[in-house]
Each structure stands twice: as structure tokens, then as C-alpha cells.
């Protein structure tokens, strides 16, 4: 299973946010972190592979079907997606609303075999003691990490996750992330993280795409990425790419004098 996004260009009413947008396929199993500053555009392409932005041109295709013009309701079957901001019914507890997440796709009837998925998941993220909380009672956190539980409980082909650690402390960034990667070595969808944190993105994922104003800079494995002069050009700063004596990369990064 791939996906695959030719000469893709999105936006809203008249402005265009994606510029001729390519990225060469993204294989079952990849943990892919999509890097860039605020307002590059990375919110609009998730937006438009998950169908809440039809595009102005080009292509998306998954597993070679042609899904550019699929309804939202038929491409939330094969993608999943979680936006920065979500919101929860407040009268849920955490396991009802990620069942619900659960049964968005299919019938309405819940089998053992669903609460058993949610369970899992839950566990999974170390949810499982909040299981029973109302999500009014959440802090900031724990509702991100629930969202993240609704996304991932669906068993997608594509999960995308836009900015999924912004609101979290590091243990929880790091639980996260790695749930994340587990899931996408096990289960083998495509996932796509929006990350700010260029050093999470360089712990965990295969392959980094740096997109700035629209327009895809580069795409590749971290260690060549990260080395590149455009990251600190895009960020405006000063980096350096360095190993730390567990041998990780990590990017120094200051601002320019």
C-alpha cells in the first residue's frame, strides 16, 4: 500500500496555499515527519489528502486508486486525521468517545470485538486508567492523547497527525511517539506527523519532508535532511547536526547573531 501525491496545488477561495506539491511514494510501515515553520502549509495538505479541501489541481492516489475527487465520507474508510484542534463531546467518557471514533466508519452495532480495539489502544497509550473520566475532566494533554487514541483505534491505511505532542510533556511525547512508530511497524499504515520538535522527528521517523510557503524543500532520511542548510534557512537560525553518545541525531539549533 502506498501513497503517492502528483503536482498537488490547494488552498481556500482564491488563495493558494500548495504550490505543485510532489511527494514520491510513501510506502506501508513509513513514519514519515513533514517539518516546516508555522503557516508552510502543512495543516492545508493534510486538509486536502483527507478530503476537507478539494484541490485545485493534481493528484492523490492510494494503493494506485485515483482518490483526488473521493467523497470525504468514502476516504475517511482509508484515512484517518487528526487536526490540532479537535473538539470531544463533553458528556463522553474517554472510552465512549474513542469507541465512537471507532464506529464513525462502520455500523453502529458494537461487537465484543470493538470494545476489545478500544481497550487495546487505550492501553496501548496509557490511557487505560482514564478510561472511565469524562472528557470535560481531561486536561489539555490527556484530551490530545485521546484524540490521537481515535485516530489511531480505526485502523486506517493513512493516519495523519497534525502536531500530535504540542500540548504534551516530554514523557508523553515520547509515549506517543513511540506508540505511534509501533503501531506503524506492526499494522503497516502510512503515517504522516506534523512536528515542530525537529529532534522527536529525527528519534522517530524514517524519513522527513520540509515543506516552506507552499512548496515541498526537501524529502529524504533524517540524516540527510537535517544536514541541509535549507533547515536552518527556513527556520531562520543556526543548526548543527550532531550525535549524542548513544549515537541519535540531534540538532543544535540558536538564532542567528
Same mark, same amino acid.
Given at each position: 500500500?502506498?501513497?503517492?501525491?502528483?503536482?498537488?496545488?490547494?488552498g481556500?477561495?482564491?488563495?493558494k496555499?500548495?504550490?505543485?506539491?510532489?511527494?514520491?511514494?510513501?510506502?506501508?510501515?513509513?513514519?514519515?515527519?513533514?517539518?516546516?515553520?508555522?503557516?508552510?502549509?502543512?495543516s492545508?495538505?493534510?486538509?486536502?489528502?483527507a478530503?476537507?479541501?478539494?484541490?485545485?489541481?493534481?493528484?492523490i492516489?492510494?494503493?494506485?486508486?485515483?482518490?483526488?475527487?473521493?467523497?470525504?465520507?468514502?476516504?475517511?474508510?482509508?484515512?484517518?486525521?487528526?487536526?490540532?484542534?479537535?473538539?470531544?463531546?463533553?458528556?463522553?467518557?474517554?472510552?465512549?468517545?474513542? $469507541? !465512537?471514533?471507532l464506529?464513525?466508519?462502520?455500523?453502529?452495532? +458494537?461487537?465484543? &470485538?470493538? /470494545?476489545? @480495539?478500544?481497550?487495546?489502544?487505550?492501553?496501548?497509550l496509557?490511557?487505560?486508567?482514564?478510561?472511565?473520566?469524562?472528557?470535560?475532566?481531561?486536561?489539555?494533554?490527556?484530551?490530545?492523547?485521546?484524540?490521537?487514541?481515535?485516530?489511531?483505534?480505526?485502523?486506517?491505511?493513512?493516519?495523519?497527525?497534525?502536531e500530535?505532542?504540542?500540548?504534551?510533556?516530554?514523557?508523553h511525547?515520547?509515549?506517543?511517539?513511540?506508540?505511534v512508530?509501533?503501531?506503524?511497524?506492526?499494522?503497516?499504515?502510512?503515517?504522516?506527523?506534523?512536528?515542530?520538535?525537529?529532534?522527536?522527528?529525527?528519534?522517530?521517523?524514517?524519513?522527513?519532508? $520540509? !515543506?516552506?510557503?507552499?512548496?515541498?524543500?526537501?524529502?529524504? +532520511?533524517?540524516? &540527510?535532511? /537535517?544536514? @541541509?542548510?535549507?533547515i536552518?534557512?527556513?527556520?531562520?537560525?543556526?543548526?548543527?547536526?550532531?550525535?549524542?553518545?548513544r549515537?541519535?541525531?540531534?540538532?543544535?539549533?540558536?538564532?542567528?547573531?
Amino acid at each position: 500500500m502506498t501513497l503517492h501525491i502528483e503536482h498537488l496545488a490547494a488552498g481556500y477561495g482564491r488563495r493558494k496555499v500548495l504550490q505543485d506539491v510532489n511527494v514520491p511514494q510513501i510506502e506501508s510501515g513509513d513514519f514519515v515527519g513533514l517539518i516546516g515553520p508555522n503557516a508552510s502549509g502543512k495543516s492545508t495538505l493534510f486538509k486536502t489528502i483527507a478530503g476537507l479541501i478539494a484541490p485545485m489541481c493534481g493528484s492523490i492516489s492510494l494503493a494506485g486508486d485515483d482518490i483526488t475527487h473521493l467523497r470525504r465520507r468514502d476516504r475517511a474508510h482509508r484515512i484517518a486525521y487528526m487536526p490540532q484542534a479537535f473538539g470531544c463531546n463533553a458528556l463522553l467518557t474517554v472510552f465512549e468517545t474513542v $469507541l !465512537l471514533a471507532l464506529k464513525q466508519t462502520g455500523g453502529w452495532r +458494537v461487537q465484543s &470485538d470493538n /470494545l476489545d @480495539r478500544v481497550s487495546d489502544t487505550l492501553a496501548a497509550l496509557e490511557l487505560g486508567h482514564l478510561s472511565e473520566r469524562g472528557i470535560a475532566d481531561l486536561s489539555g494533554g490527556q484530551a490530545q492523547m485521546v484524540a490521537v487514541a481515535q485516530t489511531l483505534v480505526r485502523a486506517p491505511e493513512v493516519v495523519l497527525l497534525d502536531e500530535p505532542t504540542s500540548a504534551l510533556d516530554l514523557h508523553h511525547q515520547l509515549s506517543i511517539m513511540t506508540s505511534v512508530k509501533n503501531e506503524a511497524g506492526r499494522r503497516k499504515p502510512v503515517v504522516i506527523a506534523a512536528l515542530h520538535d525537529l529532534n522527536l522527528a529525527a528519534k522517530f521517523c524514517n524519513r522527513l519532508i $520540509l !515543506l516552506r510557503d507552499g512548496k515541498i524543500l526537501a524529502d529524504g +532520511v533524517p540524516q &540527510d535532511i /537535517l544536514a @541541509r542548510p535549507e533547515i536552518g534557512e527556513t527556520y531562520n537560525v543556526v543548526t548543527d547536526l550532531e550525535r549524542t553518545k548513544r549515537g541519535a541525531l540531534y540538532v543544535d539549533a540558536r538564532l542567528s547573531a
